[in-house]
């Protein structure tokens, strides 16, 4: 129990388009999703935390108006890169934390999606 | 100061070996000490979880905390090559988890 997924696992796309990634919890209702990004060889960095219905919080440095979170269900998270550019590049990793048993108490990560931005 | 460090190596070592993982902290805060495994372009899965000083085990995976220094540290016996992979300490401390930058592994068949 306790997956979440995460669609696209990967996606290219020009400079200038906007990518939607989705971020599922599958067999557990999500109240708190997070958005990671890792660039290659460094550590998860928090870009936002979302809880369903409302508005996200973001870590300070990370532009609302370019990574675009919705929390419309207890089971779905999405995050939108708005006109992408090369430096948005990276690996974007949800995760979720759910509301009862153990997915309660832990931290479920997506499979991670790999964003390239020609 | 960085309020995790973690070597991001890479270490190399051979089948049947011990693997001693470790990260520093200076936020007393944290409460809660966490190890992930996270495989090349996969997300983090969750290995142990410790919330007092002192060692707990799992199979071949033991973890330390010592919080009077501020140090933890995550043991593997009998290392395999399957173990291969990117070891991410964490620790939270209220809601927000704090992730060291990972220390990738290589297990030598």
């Known amino acids: 129990g306790a997956v979440v997924s995460q669609h696209p696992s990967w996606v290219i796309c020009k400079s200038g388009t906007s990518v939607k990634i989705e971020c599922r919890s599958l067999d557990f209702q999500a109240t708190t999703m997070f958005w990671y990004r890792q660039f290659p060889k460094q550590s998860l960095m928090l870009m936002a935390t979302?809880?369903?219905?409302?508005?996200?919080?973001?870590e300070q440095g990370v532009e609302k108006d370019k990574f675009l979170i919705n929390h419309a269900s207890l089971t779905l998270s999405t995050l939108t890169v708005t006109s992408a550019h090369p430096e948005d590049s990276s690996f974007y990793i949800c995760s979720a934390i759910g509301t009862s048993g153990r997915a309660s108490n832990e931290q479920f990560f997506g499979p991670g999606t790999r964003l390239t931005v020609l | 100061q960085k309020e995790v460090e973690q070597d991001p190596g890479p270490l190399s070592v051979p089948e049947g070996a011990i693997v001693s993982l470790n990260c520093t902290y200076s936020n007393s805060a944290f409460q809660y000490f966490m190890w992930y495994r996270q495989y090349s372009r996969k997300g983090p899965e969750l290995l142990m979880y410790?919330?007092?000083?002192g060692n707990k085990e799992d199979g071949r995976f033991t973890a330390q905390v010592d919080k009077s220094s501020k140090y933890i540290s995550l043991f593997i016996r009998d290392s395999q090559p399957s173990d291969s992979a990117t070891y991410l300490c964490a620790m939270q401390g209220g809601f927000k988890t704090i992730f060291g930058a990972g220390t990738r592994l290589f297990v030598k068949a």
């Open positions: 979302s809880n369903e219905g409302s508005k996200a919080t973001y």
């Open positions: 410790t919330y007092s000083s």
